[in-house]
């Protein structure tokens, strides 16, 4: 855990490239599936925010790939458990993918599924910032979509995660042409 939290840090301080060497490191030198799974999800997001779109879509692919293999996928529960938060980590790193791929309308059905599927899961306080990045892009999706009373319902309600502090703009301009 504290090779993962160094890698993090190395991350969130700029150093982009050595943190994803560390973290691939890292993922090589363990042994547990369950724990190669979670960090795919870690390493497809790091490629996200890196702008590697090509690199973290087949990164998402192994992380799809390496879950399934794992068994089926848990209900819905309110379990803080690896297991079933894999499952919504999958639903929300692959949305985070489409939205670097551009493909919008692709993007709010996945976040659309994800919610119907897991909202128990999505309520458990750690998934918190997820939910509300979760929602605040399902709601931009909808005004882009043209599904303008849907989209003021959702935010109105969302508030943005740290991570889109500075979409608070965007959010009310979305805010606005929903209105």
């Known amino acids: 855990m504290e090779r993962f939290n160094d890698v993090y840090r190395k991350f969130e301080a700029g150093s982009r490239s050595e943190a ?8 090589n030198s363990l042994d547990d599936p369950w724990e190669k799974t979670a960090l795919l999800y870690h390493e497809t997001l790091f490629l996200v ?15 799809k790939a390496m879950l399934s293999s794992l068994g089926e996928p848990p209900t819905d529960g309110y379990q ?24 919008e309308t692709e993007a709010l059905k996945r976040i659309e599924d994800l919610v119907s599927q897991y909202p128990k899961q999505l309520s458990i306080s750690g998934f918190d910032q997820i939910l509300g990045e979760i929602q605040t892009h399902r709601g931009f999706l909808l ?3 043209g599904r303008y009373a849907e989209a003021k319902t959702i935010l109105e309600n969302s508030s943005p995660p740290r ?7 965007q959010l ?3 805010l606005l042409l929903s209105a």
């Open 172 to 174: 009310s301009w979305h």
């Open 20 to 27: 994803l060497k560390g973290l691939q490191d890292l993922l």
């Open 143 to 145: 005004v882009n979509a």
């Open 49 to 63: 925010e890196m702008e590697e779109t090509k690199k973290a879509r087949e990164c998402l692919d192994s992380f």
């Open 80 to 103: 803080d458990k690896l297991p079933n938060n894999l499952a919504v980590m999958a639903g929300y790193t692959e949305m985070r993918v489409l939205l670097a791929e551009k493909k």
């Open 163 to 169: 991570t889109l502090e500075g979409d608070r703009f």
